[in-house]
């Protein structure tokens, strides 16, 4: 596992963007997205379109660990 965030390219409404993450949060971010049948690229444009004023990859990050305090709680 690595600590250093690796960069992956995401299209989002037709525009493609780089976001970087730590593996751990590319790992079940693609988890997420096979789990709810959507594309990564999907669940990608869905946070954004939710972030507000943060960036994108603080928005993926929140929202990966969301999920999993979801589930450990659920």
Do not use: C, Y
């Amino acid at each position: 596992m690595s600590a250093r965030p690796v960069k992956h390219s995401l299209t989002l409404r037709g525009h493609r963007t780089s976001v970087s993450l730590e593996d751990v949060f590319w790992r079940e971010f693609r988890r997420i997205a096979e789990a709810r049948g959507q594309p990564l690229n999907q669940l990608a444009a869905e946070i954004d379109a939710a972030r507000g004023d943060i960036g994108l990859a603080s928005a993926i990050r929140v929202f990966v660990l969301n999920d999993a305090l979801d589930r450990a709680t659920g």
